[in-house]
């Protein structure tokens, strides 16, 4: 697998320098970004042995969905300031390799662009002010396609960045079409976002599931559980909104213990082993921002297919190294905090 911090230097080579810093920016003084990869480090691996692994199989399902592996695209907005092909190519190599997309609902490219390449397929959204225009983001994207929508709870206000950034919002917007030419996309999010309008969303979305990104703490995860999501994503959005926020690889477990749902989680994924330290703390998948960012400006679709395959043949090695077949064998005896 390509060492992550080279990837990360072929794609600061090729981009423009405002570009670059957007992506890679936290908020504040990036203290939650700082830690999001240490904190996966803290667990250290305790392989059972020995073990006949002669054959590894790292496939498993989200929310009944069959997929190759427990790594997924997270989603990030705007890919088009990166690469021509945006999301579609990031959508087309998802699907090369078995793995689920989810969309950003800040996507460069249509639902329909999308969805016309994708395997299955989530689309993230946010509860705008305009709650009707939400309503109507979700059901064309259900008509589109889409499997689940992920709901992020993590910005009721869009954080500063440390970094400072620039990039051409030219490249517009198309799945909140009044959003086009705004800069600052923030203002158009929701502030007052409650439980209630995870009630609502779920009731609304008609039978497509409601997931909900952004939580760090059991109690929350047990109330979007009762308010009728089917999931809960641990998240600090990649650092980029409160600094000083728990690692997720910290705050993983209470959630997990919290509800019986599945758990998915994000921030600072960089090997096999962070996926197979997540599975081990009870995540059921694992998602990767930045990574995918990064392949994508290096490679467009045949980046992120290299990169996908990559952390699956990783996770590979990793079940085989510890002494795992199958993904259900993936336990809390595997890990050991120091
Ligand atoms: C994001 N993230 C994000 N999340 C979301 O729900 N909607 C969005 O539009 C975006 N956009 C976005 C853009 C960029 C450039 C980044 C880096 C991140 C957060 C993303 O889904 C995820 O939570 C983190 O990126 C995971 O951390 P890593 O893998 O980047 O460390």
Known sequence: MISHLDLVEEARAIL??????????????????TAAAPA??????????????????????????????PVHVAPTGFQRIVHPD????????ANETGSLLVLSSRSTSSLEEVSA?????????????DRDLTAEIVRRAAAAGAQAVVLTVHTPHVARKARSYEF?????????PELATRDDL?????????????????GLSGGVPVVVKGILRGDDARACIDAGAQAVWVSNHGGRQLDGAIPSAIALSEVVEAIDEEVYVDGGIRTGRDVVRAL???????FVGRPVVWALAVGGADGVRDLLNGFREDVEETMALTGCTSIDEIGPDLVTRS
Not at 23 to 28: F, H, I, K, L, N
Not at 117 to 127: F, H, I, R, S, T
Not at 190 to 201: K, M, R
């Open 16 to 33: 423009p320098e405002g570009v670059f810093q957007y992506v890679a920016t936290g908020a504040g003084v990036e203290e939650t970004l």
């Open 40 to 69: 996966w480090q803290q667990y250290y691996l305790r392989p059972r042995l020995p073990r006949d692994v002669t054959a590894v199989d790292t496939s498993t399902t989200l929310l009944g969905t069959k997929v190759s592996g």
């Open 86 to 93: 945006g999301e579609t190519a990031t959508a087309k190599a």
């Open 117 to 129: 390449v994708a395997g299955p397929w989530w689309l993230q959204a946010y509860v705008l002010r």
């Open 168 to 176: 051409d919002t030219s490249v517009g917007s198309p799945i909140i």
């Open 186 to 202: 923030g203002v158009w999010q929701a502030p007052d976002v409650t439980l209630e309008d995870i009630q609502w969303l779920a």
């Open 280 to 286: 081990a703390l009870g995540a059921r998948a694992a």
